[in-house]
């Protein structure tokens, strides 16, 4: 059966604008903030830390380097407690980064940057001195309470989109900053999706590459089969891919169940990426939260939901 990812993806839009309750517009855009703040077990991390420091975007970022998550004790990852107790590291989730065209709906707009307001967005994030770290590096924070360069936030991006590498890649590196592209690899090499050779080349760069699943399936729904066409070998696709294991996995949509939980770590994941919704109280590692930055939001609409939401 052929699969269009035009409906796939319009279906993800959708689904993900009602799911998250992400999908306010505009300046006063607070609702994910509100989601969010239930969860969030202290006021501000972010603003808590010095504020105003304009140091470069590397230097910090890259004096601890994270240790292998899989290195670290079962016993502190299964601390979910202490994982909860810990404030949360910002994290944005990206999907198109394009202009927007006549065709594009209200609702996709979430989802879709135009590019000066993509690069306002990082250009804004650099200025207020936030420093991006690794999957890796967040990991050892939530478990173990490894440091963090001062203000973290972790950039992520989602479904494989080319301007992810045409438009992201090169303002990203402008300012030093690393990123996580969640792939689903049915889109590889099809027109307006990214290659295998450009996930390599991202992989090689110091980004990591993290599993969203085949074609973008719900989670929820998985029966039999699912598992190994959705997970297994999407996974060892992009491991094939990277040389590298696959550690982390973003949920289609964000929407997840705690059955999900057993089958992904049982297939070697030790975190996966939700959006808005509050945590599981079990199993936060699993249900790592993420803000959508919006396609309406100004650079600092997006420095209030930072705030606001984490
Ligand atoms: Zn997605």
């Known amino acids: 059966m052929k699969v269009s990812i035009a409906s796939l993806l319009l279906a993800a839009l959708t689904l993900a604008a009602c799911d998250s309750k992400t999908a306010t517009t505009g300046e006063s855009a607070t609702s994910k903030a509100t989601v969010g703040a239930a969860d969030s077990l202290t006021t501000d991390p972010a603003a808590a830390k010095t504020s105003g420091t ?52 209200k609702g996709a707009k979430d989802y879709i940057v135009p590019i000066a307001a993509f690069k306002a967005q990082i250009k804004m994030l650099a200025d207020s001195g936030y420093h991006t770290i690794s999957p890796d590096q967040l990991y050892a924070y939530m478990t173990t309470g490894a440091k963090l360069p001062s203000k973290p936030i972790m950039l992520t991006f989602d479904d494989t989109d080319l301007d992810q590498f045409t438009i992201a890649r090169p303002t990203l590196e402008q300012y030093g900053y690393k990123a996580m592209y969640f792939v689903m690899t049915v889109s590889l090499g099809r027109p307006h999706y990214m290659t295998k050779a450009m996930v390599k080349q991202l992989s090689d760069e110091g980004n990591v590459i993290g599993s969203h699943t085949w074609d973008h399936h719900n989670v929820k729904k998985y029966q039999g089969k699912d598992w190994e066409t959705q997970i297994d ?56 939260r993420r803000i959508i930055a919006s396609g309406y939001w100004s650079p600092k609409t997006l420095r209030n939901n930072i705030v606001q939401s984490f």
């Open 54 to 105: 304009q140091a470069t975007a590397t230097d910090e970022a890259n004096a601890t380097p994270a240790p292998d998550p899989t290195t670290i004790p079962a016993g502190k990852a299964g601390d979910a407690a202490g994982i909860l107790a810990r404030p949360q590291v910002p994290i944005l989730c990206y999907h198109q980064i394009r202009d927007w065209t006549a065709r594009d709906s």
């Open 233 to 288: 070998k999407p996974t060892k696709t992009l491991e094939e891919i990277t040389g590298k294991k696959i550690n982390y996995f973003a949920y289609p949509f964000g929407l997840w169940n705690t059955q999900a939980f057993p089958e992904l770590k049982k297939r070697g994941f030790v975190a996966a990426f939700s959006l808005a919704e509050k945590r599981d109280q079990q199993d936060p590692l699993f249900t790592i």
